[in-house]
């Protein structure tokens, strides 16, 4: 499994568009790129999947560079309910029961 | 309405005593988990179960039993407790098959005290 890298904690003001940058340097052929955000005391929660170029839905954006070495969340014009822990995920498309391992996350805090 | 269910949602034993957390699922997933949650560590696998009489070892899984013999259940069974599993505990589904888009649901939690 590719291993991934966030930062720990972000801080950002209500408004505001929020970036959040997961490094997977040993991401394989076959890996999906995948975005979970969990509210303290609650489950996580899909937010967005990708595999390569730009994903967008109702809640967010993901940017997928050529390389696949890394990939960027992009939350627009965050509010104080988007507080919350941010995962990245990377996984093997055809070994989906080993995909989802979560790391520590990325704390994000939204200040008014 | 889809929901993952766990049950209990909070529960305080002492060591060595056994326990079973139950977890339900009414969306026909095939594929379950069950997961804790440490300050710190963010989530860890504990098991997976692909499908029906089929589960596998994640991370984590010592001092930890599953079983798989309906579709819709997947229950944790802690046979002899220690204070060292004192973690919130979640248990999430989803559809099975190839990725993409194969979300997983996760159930409400359950904080295990273990004394």
Not at chain 2, 71 to 86: A, C, G, M, V, Y
Request: charged content about 20%; hydrophobic content about 30%; overall charge positive.
């Amino acid at each position: 499994l590719a291993k991934t890298t966030q930062p720990i904690s972000m801080d950002s003001y209500e408004g505001q568009e929020v970036n959040i940058t997961c490094s997977h340097n040993n991401i394989a052929t076959n890996d999906y790129i995948t975005w979970y955000q969990q509210f303290p005391s609650q489950g996580p929660r899909f937010i967005i999947q990708g595999y390569k170029t730009k994903v967008t839905n109702e809640v967010a954006s993901l940017f997928i560079p050529a390389d696949r070495k890394s990939s960027t969340l992009s939350l627009p014009r965050v509010s104080l309910s988007d507080t919350a822990v941010y995962y990245c995920l990377v996984g093997d498309r055809d070994n989906y029961g080993q995909n989802f391992v979560f790391g520590p996350g990325t704390r994000l805090s939204v200040l008014p | 309405e889809a929901q993952v269910t766990q049950n209990p949602r909070y529960l305080i034993t002492v060591t060595g005593k056994k326990l079973t957390v139950t977890c339900s699922q009414n969306m026909n997933h095939e594929y379950m988990s069950w997961y804790r949650q440490d300050p710190g560590l963010g989530l860890r696998q504990i098991y997976y179960s692909m499908n029906v009489e089929v589960t596998d070892k994640g991370d984590v899984p010592e001092g930890y039993k599953v079983s798989r013999k309906e579709k819709r259940n997947f229950p944790l069974i802690l046979e002899s407790p220690s204070p060292n599993q004192t973690s919130l505990y979640f248990c999430a589904s989803s559809k099975g098959g190839s990725l993409p888009y194969n979300e997983q649901f996760f159930g409400p939690g359950t904080r295990l005290t273990v004394l």
